[in-house]
């Protein structure tokens, strides 16, 4: 028979999560701007089967995995953004869970409660929430992961449905960012070092290798990355979140930068050896190192899990100077440490909150919502007027954001061409085009189009980029069914 303290200390922390999730859920932005591409892209394909509608989503590329986790939302909930968010805030509280076992059988209790609360009220964790971003899937995909590793290794058999949920589990991580090769490259080490036997280590190796090489070629690359970032203004916001103002270049963002790589480096050479024991540590020891070549939000997020699911049990490691010196003097410091910590993370909570319930976006989302507001206001006029809405297909430097912010069908960029003549035979079909002109992916195209100054017109130009309208557009005449 169980006893009520057992069933109190077993439920406690799911119901704990609960509450997170529902707080969670209220301070997440419900506009469909500062959005992650790849999660935008995934979502859009997703409605669109849901709806069995035939769209220009499907012509954005491959999408990642994340389309297969939120394909039962295409169906229920087809157009909700704030139902992907929900499911996201759900994956990573399930996630926190299963890190949290993970640290409590490496370490104490005490070790896991603390990482878990502070990843949880992390304002990076808020922003990678808002945005979507991969990061969160990649923690769970490590963590999930783990747990399958070992169950798995407790009941064996050879192309089992364990085995199958581990490859699946390899091509979802690699599909969402290339730290995702974590996974994968972590789970063979394992099968190298510590085999069942010959013949199932032989199956791994092939079906790893395989489910990796057959993501990679359905992919093509990873079209949706942030462009390279420097790691010391990354690493400033792995425990208080993004500069909402841009002040990537004050001293004190490259203080609190370089500081928190030198923590990283003390942690990575002081538990290396605890970690790299365990594949769930493994996981985060690699991403933490091999990410930083990258320096994008997502491996800021890894750090932070890794800072605390494998910083924390370092710093609460029991001191000689500080034994025998009474509660206060151990874990006094903690205490005005934690309080620190906490205080400013729900304040900087407080301010992404602030931020975005303000109106404010970034120059890029600005330059899209700029086109959404225009197209938004021709369809009032149109139905003003009761007549037919022009026909409206933009080619966007962000088509996926594009679309699900106008509600209109959006296209990659064309291609540049040799000459301006050439690149006017690409545009037909197209009313509107919007980039970052100065992006060195889009200089020869902006120089073409520059040339075409006679057909194509600027109706707005921001540091965000550039939106550009097609004087006489050859758009096809639409079907009628």
Avoid at 55 to 75: F, H, K, Q, V
Avoid at 125 to 142: H, K, M, N, V
């Amino acid at each position: 028979m169980v006893k009520t303290d057992d069933l109190f200390r077993r439920y406690w922390g799911y119901a704990g999560l609960l509450i997170w999730s529902a707080f969670a859920a209220y301070f997440v932005n419900k506009t469909p701007f500062n959005l992650d591409e790849g999660a935008v892209k995934a979502l859009l394909l997703d409605w669109s089967i849901g709806d069995q509608v035939a769209n220009s989503a499907m012509t954005l590329g491959t999408p990642d995995m994340r389309a297969m986790l939120w394909l039962p939302l295409g169906y229920l909930w087809p157009g909700q953004l704030l139902a992907a968010k929900v499911s996201l805030i759900l994956v990573l509280a399930l996630t926190v869970a299963g890190l949290f076992r993970w640290r409590k059988s490496q370490g104490t209790e005490e070790e896991a409660l603390l990482a878990s609360g502070l990843l949880l009220i992390a304002p990076l964790t808020l922003q990678q929430l808002d945005t979507l971003s991969p990061g969160i899937c990649l923690l769970a995909a490590f963590t999930a992961g783990s747990w399958l590793d070992q169950a798995y290794r407790n009941t064996p058999r050879k192309f089992g449905s364990l085995y199958f949920a581990q490859l699946a589990v390899c091509m979802f991580s690699v599909s969402l960012h290339p730290i995702g090769l974590v996974y994968p490259l972590s789970l063979l080490w394992s099968w190298r070092t510590a085999p069942l036997d010959r013949i199932q280590q032989r199956i791994f190796y092939a079906g790893v290798g395989f489910s990796v090489l057959l993501t990679l070629l359905l992919e093509t690359g990873w079209h949706d990355l942030e462009s390279w970032k420097n790691p010391i203004i990354s690493a400033a916001t792995v425990f208080w979140g993004p500069n909402e103002d841009g002040s990537d270049s004050a001293a004190g963002t490259w203080g609190m930068g370089i500081s928190v790589l030198v923590l990283l480096l003390a942690v990575v050479i002081s538990q290396r050896k605890a970690l790299w024991g365990s594949l769930m540590g493994r996981n985060l020891l690699i991403s933490a190192v091999f990410g930083a070549f990258f320096g994008d939000t997502v491996w800021s997020f890894l750090t932070l899990a890794f800072l605390l699911y494998g910083g924390l049990p370092w710093l609460l490691k029991p001191r000689a100077l500080f034994v025998g010196k009474g509660f206060l003097i151990q874990r006094g410091w903690l205490l005005i440490l934690l309080l620190l910590f906490c205080t400013e993370d729900m304040r900087a909570d407080r301010i992404w909150f602030d931020y975005w319930r303000s109106g404010a976006l970034t120059d890029q989302d600005t330059l899209i919502r700029t086109f959404a507001d225009n197209v938004e206001q021709q369809r009032r006029l149109s139905d003003e007027n009761h007549q037919p809405m022009p026909r409206i297909r933009v080619a966007s430097q962000w088509p996926a954001r594009t679309m699900i912010a106008c509600r209109c069908d959006a296209l990659p960029l064309p291609p540049a061409t040799k000459d301006p003549q050439s690149q006017l035979v690409l545009l037909n079909g197209l009313s509107h085009l919007m980039l970052f002109p100065s992006d060195n992916r889009n200089l020869t195209l902006s120089e073409n189009l520059a040339y075409l100054g006679d057909k194509i017109e600027t109706i707005a130009l921001q540091p965000g980029g550039v939106i550009l309208q097609i004087k006489s557009p050859v758009m096809a005449t639409p079907q009628k069914h």
